[in-house]
């Protein structure tokens, strides 16, 4: 990896990444302190929930007893607010390098002793501090938010819960890489990864709902990050995680792979 | 001499879409070559191939004896490259950017100073802000930053106005007085003709003409025009490389390719009021090619060095 690639990819990524981290601690950290008043009228707001339709509360990811700060912090950032700020970054941050090659700043870049594999390393980097400084944001805000209300969320276990958020960008970033550095298209790769990923989340809210098809969850990302045990119970899925993440890994290995030997006609 | 880019058969396809084909050519050390074609005709792809960012589909190029292809970062190590519309990161200033790439270059913070100065660039506007006669500077001082043997310039004074021309021109003289080659792509014919050894003509991705600027001058007609004290005897010009226009008394037009000693023996044996000789300009040369009276698209191996083109248009102009 060239730090010195890596600086300037975090460098233009700052607006972008200043942004979600404003709008992720703010969400996070307002919700968070929202608990206690949820927590107190608990069986109010279910109440008030069974007046929706189950499938929009499966949809959105609000199952449970809302006095459960798994379900809580799950349903409302784990669930709803993390997936949107993790594909946005994700998918921004993994795509540029086909964007680079279209402007032909590639060209400038790679003309010089800067390998292939170095500079697409630096990327990755910068993507994975990114995808990271987002779930740590959110974690964080939780957690300093956590300080002003009673009761006390588990913070060890909301600490774990960004890591397994780190692991589900991980899994988006990774594949969004592969995709940029094949098509060289930054509106193809990012697109196809939206897609995809839109497709999933329909797929865990169809397999909620009828269990006879639950087998079709079982290739969406989103039935593999669920946060609800973790925080409530303790139980870290390392499994999940593992998939997660490997999969982000394997996308980014195979990026790299690829970028190599790529021919980049723009 | 020492080869620095040899390209052997180089060509490359977009899948059904023509690239280059067949591109046969060599650069010496020290010599700044000269690469003409209109848009579209080849020159960046097959300078992209020899930066080993486009693989070739067939053929092969090497510089400084490196694969272009598989050794492209340590060649890259000894070259300083600049695109005909480089894609700057409009967000940084051109001093952020200079001293990115000369960074990565492994030169020092600043390094571009000099050459700033000297094209009188200023480094701290944002790239985005500058306007495009600007933004070429960026790529002009990043080409001369550094002492990398080999400069590889694609149409570097596109938006440049003429006294930053001016400039590039001196700068490019001093390089090859400091014996570090060039290959400039070019569509500033004047420039090229002052500046290069050698050039290579491509049409439609095939390289149809390479020569030295003296040759590609020398083997195209040329006018002259006299006006004698009386009318000359009969058979005074019969030279085979002259061509009699007219002979209306004491007005001579000629049109001569080739050795014009010969000629200019006849004439100063002559008493002679008035002589022009006009040499055809490189452009006109150069259109030729591409106005159907050039010749054909096909395979031209001419080693570097060559004072004579392989193909040479035998029609007068």
């Known amino acids: 990896m060239s730090a010195r690639a890596l600086l300037l990819d975090l460098r233009r990524s700052r607006t972008l990444l200043g942004w979600l981290v404003v709008i992720t601690a703010a969400y996070?950290?307002?919700?968070?302190?929202?608990?206690?008043?949820?927590?107190?009228n608990a069986e109010e707001f279910e109440k008030l929930l069974e007046v929706y339709p189950k499938e929009l509360l499966i949809a959105f990811g609000i199952e449970g007893n809302f006095a459960d700060p798994g379900v809580f912090l799950s349903g409302y950032v784990f669930s709803f607010l993390w997936p949107?700020?993790?594909?946005?970054?994700?998918?921004?941050?993994?795509?540029?390098?086909?964007?680079?090659?279209?402007?032909?700043?590639?060209?400038?870049?790679?003309?010089?002793?800067?390998?292939?594999?170095r500079h697409l390393a630096a990327s990755i980097g910068s993507q994975a501090l990114g995808i990271g400084l987002l779930a740590g944001t959110m974690v964080g805000a939780i957690v300093?938010?956590?300080?002003?209300?009673?009761?006390?969320?588990?913070?060890?276990?909301?600490?774990?819960?960004?890591?397994?958020?780190?692991?589900?960008?991980?899994?988006?970033?990774?594949?969004?890489?592969?995709?940029?550095?094949?098509f060289l298209d930054r509106g193809r790769a990012a697109g196809i990864v939206a897609g995809v990923l839109v497709l999933m989340y329909l797929l865990n809210v169809v397999a909620a709902l009828a269990p006879e098809v639950d087998a079709l969850a079982t290739i969406s990302a989103f039935r593999y990050f669920d946060v609800r045990d973790l925080i409530g119970d303790g139980a870290y899925p390392v499994g999940d995680s593992l998939l997660l993440g490997g999969v982000g890994a394997a996308g980014w290995a195979l990026s790299l792979l690829v970028f190599r030997r790529r021919d980049l006609a723009a | 001499m020492t080869r620095i880019i040899e390209a052997d058969g180089l060509t490359k396809s977009y899948g059904p879409r023509r690239g280059i084909v067949d591109v046969t050519f060599s650069v010496d050390e020290g010599e700044v070559f000269g690469f003409l074609g209109p848009n579209g005709a080849g020159k960046t792809t097959t300078i992209r191939t020899l930066l080993g960012l486009l693989r070739p589909t067939s053929g092969r190029a090497s510089i400084f004896g490196l694969d272009v292809w598989s050794e492209a970062p340590r060649l890259h190590d000894r070259l300083s490259y600049v695109g005909s519309d480089p894609g700057y990161l409009g967000e940084?200033?051109?001093?952020?950017?200079?001293?990115?790439?000369?960074?990565?270059?492994?030169?020092?913070?600043?390094?571009?100073?000099?050459?700033?100065?000297?094209?009188?660039?200023?480094?701290?506007?944002?790239?985005?802000?500058?306007?495009r006669g600007n933004r070429q500077k960026v790529?002009?001082?990043?080409?001369?930053?550094?002492?990398?043997?080999?400069?590889?310039?694609?149409?570097?004074?596109?938006?440049?106005?003429?006294?930053?021309?001016?400039?590039f021109l001196t700068a490019l003289s001093e390089a090859r007085a400091a014996g570090r080659t060039v290959f400039l792509s070019s569509h500033n014919?004047?420039?090229?003709?002052?500046?290069?050894?050698?050039?290579?003509?491509?049409?439609?991705g095939r390289l149809i003409e390479i020569s030295t600027v003296q040759a590609l001058l020398a083997g195209h007609w040329r006018s002259v025009s006299l006006v004698l004290?009386?009318?000359?005897?009969?058979?005074?010009?019969?030279?085979?490389?002259?061509?009699?226009?007219?002979?209306?008394?004491?007005?001579?037009?000629?049109?001569?390719?080739?050795?014009?000693?010969?000629?200019?023996?006849?004439?100063?044996?002559?008493?002679?009021?008035?002589?022009?000789?006009?040499?055809?300009?490189?452009?006109?040369?150069?259109?030729?090619?591409?106005?159907?009276?050039?010749?054909?698209?096909?395979?031209?191996?001419?080693?570097?060095?060559?004072?004579?083109?392989?193909?040479?248009?035998?029609?007068?102009?």
């Open chain 2, 139 to 167: 790529g002009v001082v990043q080409a001369f930053m550094g002492d990398a043997p080999l400069l590889v310039l694609d149409e570097p004074t596109s938006g440049l106005d003429p006294l930053m021309q001016r400039e």
């Open chain 1, 84 to 117: 949107l700020i993790a594909a946005i970054g994700a998918i921004a941050l993994a795509t540029r390098i086909a964007a680079d090659v279209d402007r032909g700043f590639l060209d400038i870049v790679l003309a010089t002793r800067l390998p292939r594999v």
């Open chain 2, 92 to 131: 940084l200033t051109a001093g952020a950017l200079l001293d990115y790439v000369a960074g990565l270059r492994g030169l020092a913070r600043g390094a571009w100073r000099q050459a700033a100065e000297r094209f009188e660039l200023d480094p701290t506007v944002q790239i985005r802000k500058l306007s």
């Open chain 1, 144 to 182: 300093l938010a956590d300080l002003l209300i009673e009761p006390d969320f588990p913070t060890a276990r909301v600490l774990a819960a960004g890591v397994h958020a780190f692991a589900f960008g991980a899994a988006i970033a990774g594949p969004a890489t592969l995709f940029a550095v094949v």
């Open chain 2, 229 to 317: 004290a009386a009318p000359a005897p009969a058979g005074t010009f019969d030279l085979p490389n002259v061509q009699v226009v007219s002979a209306a008394a004491r007005d001579v037009h000629l049109m001569i390719r080739g050795d014009v000693n010969p000629l200019l023996r006849r004439i100063a044996s002559l008493d002679v009021h008035d002589v022009s000789i006009a040499t055809p300009e490189i452009e006109d040369i150069f259109l030729r090619f591409y106005d159907g009276t050039g010749p054909s698209p096909a395979r031209v191996a001419v080693p570097a060095g060559a004072s004579v083109p392989a193909h040479r248009t035998e029609t007068g102009r």
């Open chain 1, 28 to 40: 996070a950290g307002f919700i968070t302190v929202f608990y206690t008043n949820v927590a107190e």
């Open chain 2, 189 to 204: 014919l004047p420039e090229v003709e002052r500046s290069c050894d050698r050039v290579g003509i491509i049409r439609e």
